[in-house]
């Protein structure tokens, strides 16, 4: 995620990384790919509209150092540019450059798109839940609280607790702030937790390894905030679960069904509904059925 300030000629953090990698050498092509999406950014789509876009971006940010910075600095872009026709940079005088340049820098608004602060993978996921500006994001972040992130595509705990840590540090420019609660654990994980079993005799306990006698018979319900499933049954190795790619930070069924559920926070009765009908199906997939949620094929569900 990008963190520095968006300067007043339209530079955001994002244009100035690239045009780092440009000074550095970088191909055009890489340049467009790690910074810019192609599908919006119009000049991200060849590597010739790349470089004259990274070049046009260097061109204004020498000529505001050449304002904006100390005299030894303009004098050295000066005769850089008499030289060779265009300034030849280091990456020292790069970062004097942009230092300069950052004198006129401005702060992130409620009203910015999200892919003005953020790299194009996050911004897209974002996107993808309906939330375009950087005030969408802070609404969403105060709907659902500590677990915003888990119905987002690809965005894990560590990346969302960056996203909320810089909403914080700029809520004086984007006038909007993110609710303390934001930070708190996933309100759907309870303290006390119930663990459910087959109604059917328990092969997975391990009090009974090693005995003689068969397995007890053992069957407890739990409301799902309060539901745990033992590990055979959890859906970790779900014979239905992706183990090439996963869209969401899911480790057993008990996640994934919270992250669906996290969709509908905003939406008390269809929360409730969804909740529900989940709960159930859920119990009787590991009661009933004794099978993790995750390896429920067509029979079981006909039954």
């Known amino acids: 995620m990008t963190e520095t300030l968006t300067l007043t000629y339209g530079y955001t953090a994002k244009d100035l990384a690239a045009v780092r990698a440009y000074v550095q050498r970088v191909a055009p092509a890489i340049i467009a790919r790690t910074y810019y999406d192609p599908d919006e950014d119009v000049f991200a789509s060849t590597p010739s509209a790349m470089e004259r876009h990274l070049r046009t971006l260097l061109d204004g940010l020498v000529k505001v150092a050449?304002?904006?910075?100390?005299?030894?600095?303009?004098?050295?872009?000066?005769?850089?540019?008499?030289?060779?026709?265009?300034p030849k940079l280091t990456a020292v005088t790069f970062r004097m450059v942009t230092e300069a340049?950052?004198?006129a820098a401005a702060s992130p608004a409620a009203s910015h798109a999200i892919g003005r602060w953020f790299r194009p993978r996050?911004?897209?996921?974002?996107?993808?839940?309906?939330?375009?500006?950087?005030?969408?994001?802070?609404?969403?972040?105060?709907?659902?609280?500590?677990?915003?992130?888990?119905?987002?595509?690809?965005?894990?705990?560590?990346?969302?607790?960056?996203?909320v840590a810089w909403l914080r540090r700029h809520e004086t420019h984007i006038q909007?702030?993110?609710?303390?609660?934001?930070?708190?654990?996933?309100?759907?994980?309870?303290?006390?937790?119930?663990?459910?079993?087959?109604?059917?005799?328990?092969?997975?306990?391990g009090d009974q390894v090693g005995r003689s006698e068969p397995p007890q018979r053992r069957l407890?319900?739990?409301?799902?905030?309060?539901?745990?499933?033992?590990?055979?049954?959890?859906?970790?190795?779900?014979?239905?679960?992706?183990?090439?790619?996963?869209?969401?930070?899911?480790?057993?069924?008990?996640?994934?069904?919270?992250?669906?559920?996290?969709?509908?926070?905003?939406?008390?009765?269809?929360?409730?509904?969804?909740?529900?009908?989940?709960?159930?199906?859920?119990?009787?997939?590991?009661?009933?059925?004794?099978?993790?949620?995750?390896?429920?094929?067509?029979d079981d569900c006909e039954a």
């Open 101 to 103: 340049a950052a004198l």
């Open 176 to 205: 909007l702030r993110v609710d303390a609660d934001v930070d708190s654990r996933d309100p759907l994980v309870a303290d006390e937790v119930v663990q459910i079993w087959p109604a059917e005799p328990n092969p997975f306990d």
């Open 122 to 163: 996050i911004a897209s996921r974002l996107k993808g839940e309906g939330i375009g500006t950087v005030g969408e994001l802070v609404a969403l972040c105060n709907r659902r609280g500590g677990s915003w992130w888990r119905s987002v595509p690809r965005v894990g705990a560590g990346r969302a607790a960056v996203v």
């Open 220 to 298: 407890t319900l739990a409301p799902l905030e309060r539901m745990a499933v033992p590990n055979a049954l959890s859906g970790a190795d779900g014979e239905n679960r992706s183990v090439a790619f996963c869209y969401i930070q899911a480790r057993h069924d008990l996640e994934a069904v919270r992250a669906y559920l996290n969709k509908y926070r905003d939406q008390p009765k269809t929360s409730r509904a969804y909740t529900k009908e989940v709960e159930r199906f859920l119990l009787w997939s590991v009661v009933v059925r004794g099978k993790a949620l995750s390896s429920l094929v067509v």
């Open 66 to 86: 050449i304002e904006q910075g100390s005299p030894a600095l303009a004098e050295h872009l000066r005769s850089s540019i008499k030289k060779h026709g265009e």
